[in-house]
Structures are given as C-alpha cells and as structure tokens.
C-alpha cells in the first residue's frame, strides 16, 4: 500500500515539470502518470509544488553556553519548528569540549537528540581541543556517519583553534575525504576590541557590530583560504556575512582553492540599522558575525547567482530576550550570541527571494536541500525527488499568505527576528521518509519521527 501525490509540481534543482510520485514504504518508487495500485491513498495536489524536504545544515539546538545558558529549543521544539517551515533534515552541531574525546562529544549530542526528533538529525562534529589523538577519532566519526567537522577561528580561550592546528586538522581531512567547515572571524582582535570598546565604558548591543567589523571576517577568511591552498584541502565556510570576505573568496576560487560557503537568510533580509533601536532590543539581534549593510547584501544576492554560494542555512541558535539575552545587558560582550530561523528559512527565501525575481524557484531548491546533501554525503537518498530517495517531500502553496509572529511560531522562544514580515509560502504535507508528519489540517504528527542520518566523506565511504 502506498500514496500517490497527484498533479503536483515537481521542482528539482535543476527541472520543473507535472507528474504524480507514488510513494512505498519510506521512498520515492515511481514518478509519472497513473501510478495508482490497489490500496493506494491518493492526495490530489493540484495547484501545488513539491519540493525535496529542505536540509537546514547549520542548527545548535539544546546547546549550553560557557555561562550555562541553555538554548530555548531544544531538539524537541526545534526539529518541530524545522518540520513546519518544510525542512525534513537538520546538521546540528556536536562538540567536543575542552578534555573530552569526539565520542564524548558525539554521545552527549546523541544523548540530546534520541527520541525527541521531529525530523532527521545529523551531527558534524566541532573540534574545540586538538590533540594527537585526533586524528584518530576523526576516522572514527567517519564510520559512524559524522564526515564533516567544526572548526571556530574565533571565541578565543573557548572554542577558538590557532593556525598550527588549523593546518594540521586539514591535512588530515584531506586524507580522510571529510570536509571542514569553519566558523571565519579574528578571535585575537575581537577579544583587544571588546576590551577596548568595554574600558570607554560602551557596553550596550549597539558597539557588537563595531567589535565585529567585516574585516575581521575578511581576514580569517583569507587566512583560512591559503592554509587550504597549502594543505590542499577542501573548506566550508558557514554563516559568511560580508561582501569583503566573499571578495576573497572568489580571488580563492580562481587560485583553485576548493572553497563552498554559506550564508544566512538573516544576512540576506536584515540590515545593521537594527543595532540602533532603543533600549536593550537590539540584543535580539546580537549574533556572529553581526548583520551588515545593504551592500553587503547586494553582494551576497549576487554571489549566489554567481554560483559563489552554495547553501543558505539559519544558524537557528535561539535565546530569549527576557531571560537569556538579559544578561548582558550592562555588558554587550555577555549576551549569548543567535538568532532563531529554522522555521521560516525557505518561507522567507521563497518570499523575498523566488517572488521578487532574485533567485530561481530551482536556485531556492538548489540552495536549501541540494547542495547540503551534495556536500555533506546524503545525495542522492536525501537533496532531490527522485525514485529510490526518500520520500522526504513537501508541498507548498506558494499562494498563501501569512504573518511571522512570536505568537504563533513553533519555535520555542520570546521572540523572532522577522516579527510582522509577510509571506507567501505555506507547507500543505510535509513527508518524512514516507510518513506524512504534516498536513495543513492536521498540524505536526505528535510522535517524533526523526532519525539519524548516517552520511558518507567525499571519498563516498
Ligand atoms: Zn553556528
């Protein structure tokens, strides 16, 4: 017995077309015209497009700070909110704290995340403590599933790596076919600048931007694409903000450097002015690196449909304002830094991305779900519809249109960084490996159903 989704429309990265898909068990079997066996339920989709389930690659639900802060979402409300807004898999990001071995690390985010997930979870595993015995645990995460890592050029004293590790840690990604992701800010200067800026007594959300300024990415991302070159070695940079870092990108890519990079849709849609509003609000907005200016945003528009972007995921990191993000409010260094998105990724990029004629509505797909299994070894059982992937699968209305609002939104926290924005993209069904875990009717099944994705390297193992 299975399901025959009816005159949709298919989009892919790269096709749009009618078909029905028949759906059994937990895959696509079958795309095309009267596909119907005995026993099958039929949903007719006119009118609507199916899109691959999005894969949001950059999440840190249940995620305690250095201060012990805890995040609002958890692995419950996040992978829920994932689902509602039409993204069927997440990366979260395990890490390894200061002492532990990467298993100490993959098992506490295991801990974290078994039998409370909404959607299918994977792990890339953050290196926060190199060691000789590293390298080691590397290949051991592979074969369990974990092929991509974590590495902070900032947060000095925390999570912050130096350049001799750096190295070190991509000659071996290199020989294990894993791929590096890096988080590209000058920790060293942010840390002189913030003593600088909190000795002036300037300790509002308003100097975060200035301690944080685009050349401070624009030098670790530089940094970063030349110990690639000369370890001749893969790099993914996550949350890439500005136009002066992707500037150097591009002079990387011509060099040869095989850099892929993301970016956020908070960089896309928000602009630095919100560090002036009144009071503490602009906390709500204190996240790394900080929001740039209308130029920045033209560029990152504009290296996306150069094919210098790969992939748009939310860096959902969610904090409350009254109760978490307070606690810095005599010391702007002190606020936990992210932002909520997991819920409204594709919505808003289909909106103010797909509607206004920025992107393509395949682009949107290409960017959100494609690229990320490409990347991070689950194409082609997730990223695309096609038969033998999973049925992960959703149907939008690109006609309907609604509000973002705190009070309303799935996602566990005071407040949401697109509070009052229109959009006009809603997830009708929403299928994970087969099983319908949304309808518009019906809301989200109540029983988590999320797995653990197992990916390969590059190398395919
Ligand atoms: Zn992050």
Same mark, same amino acid.
């Given at each position: 017995m299975g399901i025959v989704l009816k005159d949709g429309l298919i989009v892919t990265a790269v096709d749009i077309y009618k078909a029905d898909i028949r759906i059994e068990g937990e895959k696509?079997?079958?795309?095309?015209?009267?596909? !119907?066996?005995?026993?099958?339920?039929?949903?007719?989709?006119?009118?609507?497009?199916?899109?691959?389930?999005?894969?949001?690659? #950059?999440? #840190?639900?249940?995620?305690?700070?250095?201060?012990?802060?805890?995040?609002?979402?958890?692995?419950?409300?996040?992978?829920?909110?994932? $689902?509602?807004?039409?993204?069927?898999? $997440?990366?979260?990001?395990?890490?390894?704290?200061?002492?532990?071995?990467?298993?100490?690390?993959?098992?506490?985010?295991?801990?974290?995340?078994?039998?409370?997930?909404?959607?299918?979870?994977?792990?890339?595993?953050? *290196?926060?403590?190199?060691?000789?015995?590293? @390298?080691?645990?590397?290949?051991?995460? $592979?074969?369990?599933?974990?092929?991509?890592?974590? *590495?902070?050029?900032?947060?000095?004293?925390?999570?912050?790596?130096?350049?001799?590790?750096?190295?070190?840690?991509?000659?071996?990604?290199?020989?294990?076919? +894993?791929? *590096?992701?890096?988080? %590209?800010?000058?920790?060293?200067?942010?840390?002189?600048?913030?003593?600088?800026?909190?000795?002036? !007594?300037?300790?509002? @959300?308003?100097?975060? @931007?200035?301690?944080?300024?685009? =050349?401070?990415?624009?030098?670790?991302?530089?940094? =970063?694409?030349?110990?690639?070159?000369?370890?001749?070695?893969?790099?993914? *940079?996550?949350? =890439?903000?500005?136009?002066?870092?992707?500037?150097?990108?591009?002079?990387?890519?011509?060099?040869?450097?095989?850099?892929?990079?993301?970016? %956020?849709?908070?960089?896309?849609?928000?602009?630095?002015?919100?560090?002036?509003?009144?009071?503490?609000?602009? +906390?709500?907005?204190?996240?790394? @690196?900080p929001l740039r200016k209308q130029e920045d945003i033209e560029a990152l528009w504009n290296g996306i449909n150069n094919h210098f972007i790969d992939t748009i995921s939310t860096d959902h990191c969610s904090f409350n304002f009254r109760g978490h993000k307070d606690v810095g409010i005599n010391d702007f260094s002190q606020i936990p830094n992210g932002i909520p998105g997991v819920e409204h990724r594709i919505s808003l990029l289909y909106t103010y991305g797909v509607q206004l004629g920025k992107i393509s509505l395949n682009k949107l797909v290409e960017l959100t779900s494609t690229n990320a299994a490409k990347l991070f070894g689950v194409y082609p059982q997730k990223g695309t519809i096609a038969v033998g992937s999973d049925a992960d699968i959703v149907v939008w209305d690109f006609n309907q249109t609604s509000i973002i609002e705190q009070k309303t939104q799935i996602q566990n926290v005071d407040y949401t960084p697109y509070e009052g924005m229109q959009v006009k993209a809603q997830p009708v069904y929403v299928f994970l490996r087969g099983n319908k875990v949304l309808s518009q009717d019906g809301g989200i099944l109540e029983q988590p159903q999320g797995r653990f994705v197992k990916r390969k390297s590059l190398k395919g193992e």
């Open positions: 696509i079997v079958a795309i095309g015209s009267q596909l !119907k066996k005995t026993g099958d339920e039929v949903i007719s989709i006119d009118g609507y497009y199916i899109l691959p389930g999005g894969i949001d690659t #950059h999440t #840190h639900f249940d995620l305690e700070t250095g201060t012990g802060i805890r995040t609002a979402d958890d692995f419950a409300s996040g992978t829920k909110a994932a $689902i509602a807004g039409g993204t069927t898999t $997440i990366l979260d990001y395990a890490t390894q704290n200061k002492g532990e071995t990467l298993q100490q690390g993959l098992n506490n985010w295991n801990q974290k995340a078994k039998n409370k997930s909404y959607c299918d979870v994977g792990f890339h595993m953050a *290196i926060t403590d190199w060691n000789d015995k590293v @390298p080691v645990q590397m290949k051991d995460m $592979i074969q369990k599933g974990v092929s991509s890592f974590k *590495i902070y050029m900032a947060y000095k004293g925390i999570m912050q790596m130096d350049d001799e590790d750096i190295f070190k840690a991509l000659i071996r990604s290199k020989e294990l076919g +894993a791929l *590096i992701t890096f988080h %590209c800010e000058n920790g060293d200067v942010i840390e002189a600048l913030i003593q600088e800026s909190k000795s002036k !007594k300037y300790t509002s @959300p308003y100097y975060h @931007p200035l301690v944080r300024p685009a =050349l401070v990415e624009k030098e670790a991302v530089t940094r =970063l694409l030349y110990l690639a070159e000369l370890a001749n070695a893969p790099v993914y *940079i996550v949350h =890439l903000s500005s136009k002066e870092a992707l500037e150097n990108v591009i002079e990387a890519k011509k060099r040869g450097v095989e850099v892929h990079v993301e970016t %956020c849709p908070h960089y896309l849609l928000l602009e630095d002015s919100l560090y002036d509003l009144e009071g503490f609000e602009s +906390a709500k907005y204190v996240m790394s @690196p």
